[in-house]
């Protein structure tokens, strides 16, 4: 998992809706979470990315579907 990739840290920082912070350290604070599928998280990172869920302005429980 790439820490200096701004794209990856946005898109945690969406997932877990975290506060804002200076200098972008969302990864770190929850890649323990996806220890050892990291790679794979940030897979599913860049496609929230590429699917316009984090530029959304929804939070990631709007998206969510109920049963």
């Given at each position: 998992?790439?820490?200096?990739?701004?794209?990856?840290?946005?898109?945690?920082?969406?997932?877990?809706?975290?506060?804002?912070?200076?200098?972008?350290?969302?990864?770190?604070?929850?890649?323990?979470?996806?220890?050892?599928?990291?790679?794979?998280?940030?897979?599913?990172?860049?496609?929230?990315?590429?699917?316009?869920?984090?530029?959304?302005g929804r939070d990631l429980?709007?998206?969510v579907v109920a049963e």
């Amino acid at each position: 998992m790439s820490y200096a990739d701004v794209g990856l840290q946005r898109a945690a920082r969406w997932v877990y809706d975290l506060p804002e912070a200076p200098k972008l350290q969302y990864l770190q604070q929850v890649e323990g979470r996806w220890s050892p599928y990291r790679s794979v998280a940030s897979l599913y990172l860049w496609a929230a990315i590429d699917h316009g869920y984090v530029d959304s302005g929804r939070d990631l429980a709007s998206f969510v579907v109920a049963e």
